[in-house]
Every structure is written in C-alpha cells, then in structure tokens.
C-alpha cells in the first residue's frame, strides 16, 4: 500500500504493509516498493497516482510484477463507493 497517512494506517490495521507518501515523492516510493520484488499486489491512491499513470502502466504491462491498483484514498472526497476487493478483482479480471 502507497497512499497518504490515514490509508496505509489502515490497511496496516488489516495486516498489510504500506509505505506513506506525498504527492513529491510518489514515484520514488513506487520504485523503491516495485524494486524490492516480494510484493505480488501493490495499491496506490488516486491521489498518489495522479501523474504516475505512464509508469504504473509500464509496470503492469511490461514487468512480471506487481500489479499496480489505484483505489481511493480515505481522505479522498468521494472516499470509497465499492469495497477494496471489489477495486482489486476489477483490475485482475477475476472474482474473489
């Protein structure tokens, strides 16, 4: 998980590893976690990914992982409409 403080705190409450970030050092963050190999599923925030969509799809596309997902964050406005696993079977294609 990369997204702001409130999100990954979260999601580390749920058992998962996160990174926080800004907005200034998103893509760092995303290739420091792309370069460590071991994650199969990484989510970014909306917010985070704004600008990265050139190099999330050049990682989704060409790398053998991992898959990147953008989800809400939760001090987006809209906040979440559907549920995390709903975000992460869309962009997988399959259902969990």
Not at 25 to 47: H, P, Q
Not at 55 to 71: H, S, T, Y
Not at 79 to 90: L, P
Request: proline share 4%; aromatic share 4%; net charge negative.
């Amino acid at each position: 998980m990369i997204g702001d403080m409130h999100t990954v705190s979260a999601f580390r409450l749920a058992g998962a590893e996160g990174v926080v970030s800004g907005p200034d050092s998103a893509e760092t963050r995303l290739n420091e976690v792309v370069g460590k190999k071991n994650a199969g599923i990484v989510l970014i925030t909306n917010e985070l990914a704004c600008g990265l969509e050139e190099r999330i799809a050049q990682i989704n596309l060409n790398l053998p992982g991992p898959v990147i997902i953008e989800i809400p964050g939760m001090d987006d406005r809209e906040g979440f409409r559907r549920s995390t696993m709903s975000y992460v079977s869309e962009a997988l294609g399959i259902s969990m």
